[in-house]
């Protein structure tokens, strides 16, 4: 029941947010803010339906699945109160998916608990496992010094309104493996820090804050600066993690957010988290879902099937440009995942089909998880989660190094594990 009411309360903020701030100043992007009595009954109806459905454990899994859905799927539920979807079958594509992937999710719960009764058991010592952390550490280090200092420059601003002229600087030059490594940073060395501060290596730890910080001057994304403010405040307060803290912290940033509009009417919170994390990413869905209504879905051809020589219309111009030429009149990426995924590759079917592959590689990683401290997992499954909402599937993969992510915790070492 105190769950409930906080859930209740977290949608009431973030309504408030939508209509008083988001529809307010971003009108022009498409959202839009009409009450009726039946949307806002439709939108609660949902809302049960999503949170009844949800039953989560303590894997690493279960945290990103929560993070979903305090991030992406209890503000859809806001916009749907709002009227914010012209297309009323949209909604129900959406709530479909969701009711898919729920469900399903319990085959994951039910194996994991029989994971736990064994120990994990590892193909290397501890040592070789430390070693190979440190490789992975210095390659990526070595990758940013090197795009940094060769084929970009380092270029810091505390001004995030300027990130986007800043990210201009990044050329085509970087070669590709090294530019899939450097976008890989942004989950990955957190993931090393935070093992690095576990064990007590506080030099370590400073020298990958260090790193990640170049990583930002060089690729000039918010996401990056906030996921290094997130840990230093993590470490700090050292909190441990739950599922009722995680929604608590949900509403504190809403709080948060609305007390700072009426102190100075800034609104950083708002506009660079809650309006770009929560809002946006549920806006663009819907724009996926309306492009390739009419147009037909692209089925990885501009993918990882351009790598067999698959062709495709958007082999030239790129599926988020020609979103973000489309919706908002200009040449920018409108990067986006989950539903916009589907609908961008493969159509309807994948309502069903995509579901199932996010809980594989949710099975993966709870496979390659096991064992290791909560306290390292939760930032880089807020990461994993963010990706998953803001990039398709393929992109978070093999671009934004969440394989990579596998590896590093496969090998990562643990205390209670048995060597062989």
């Not at 671009?399 to 048995?418: D, E, Q, V």
Request: charged share 15%; glycine share 4%.
């Amino acid at each position: 029941m105190k769950i409930s009411f906080l859930v209740f309360c977290y949608k009431s903020l973030l309504d408030w947010i939508y209509i008083k701030w988001i529809c307010v100043r971003y009108a022009f992007y498409g959202f839009s803010g009409q009450i009726s009595i039946d949307s806002y009954i439709e939108s609660i109806v949902f809302l049960l339906v999503g949170t009844l459905l949800l039953k989560l454990n303590n894997r690493a899994s279960s945290i990103i699945l929560n993070f979903i859905y305090l991030i992406y799927f209890i503000p859809f539920t806001s916009m749907v109160a709002f009227n914010a979807f012209d297309d009323y079958m949209y909604k129900y594509y959406y709530l479909s998916y969701w009711i898919i992937l729920v469900p399903l999710y319990k085959i994951i719960n039910i194996e994991n608990i029989r994971a736990n009764n064994s120990k994990n058991i590892l193909l290397i010592t501890k040592d070789a496992g430390k070693y190979i952390l440190y490789f992975i550490a210095i390659v990526l280090s070595i990758i940013i010094l090197y795009v940094g200092l060769v084929c970009t420059g380092f270029n810091f601003s505390v001004n995030l309104y300027d990130v986007y002229n800043n990210r201009k600087i990044v050329t085509n030059d970087i070669p590709l493996i090294a530019n899939y490594l450097l976008s890989a940073t942004k989950l990955n060395l957190p993931i090393i820090l935070l093992y690095f501060y576990s064990s007590k290596k506080y030099f370590w730890t400073s020298v990958i804050f260090i790193f990640s910080l170049l990583s930002y001057a060089i690729l000039s994304l918010k996401a990056i600066a906030f996921i290094a403010i997130l840990t230093i405040v993590y470490l700090i307060l050292k909190v441990s993690y739950s599922h009722l803290r995680a929604l608590i912290s949900s509403i504190l940033l809403c709080l948060l957010g609305i007390l700072e509009f009426f102190v100075d009417q800034s609104g950083y919170i708002i506009e660079f988290v809650i309006r770009r994390l929560f809002f946006l990413t549920n806006l663009l869905s819907y724009q996926y879902y309306d492009y390739f209504t009419s147009h037909e879905p692209d089925y990885f051809r501009s993918s990882f099937l351009r790598w067999f020589g698959v062709e495709s219309e958007f082999s030239d111009v790129r599926i988020v440009n020609v979103i973000g030429q489309t919706y908002y009149g200009r040449d920018m990426p409108a990067n986006n995942g989950l539903l916009a995924d589907v609908f961008a590759n493969m159509g309807l079917i994948g309502i069903i089909v995509m579901p199932i592959i996010i809980l594989i590689i949710l099975y993966l990683i709870d496979k390659c998880t096991l064992n290791i401290s909560k306290f390292i997992l939760v930032i880089p499954c807020l990461i994993i989660a963010s990706l998953f909402i803001d990039t398709f599937l393929t992109v978070a993969l093999l671009t934004h190094g969440i394989i990579i992510a596998l590896f590093i915790f496969y090998f990562m070492p643990r205390t209670n594990c048995k060597e062989e």
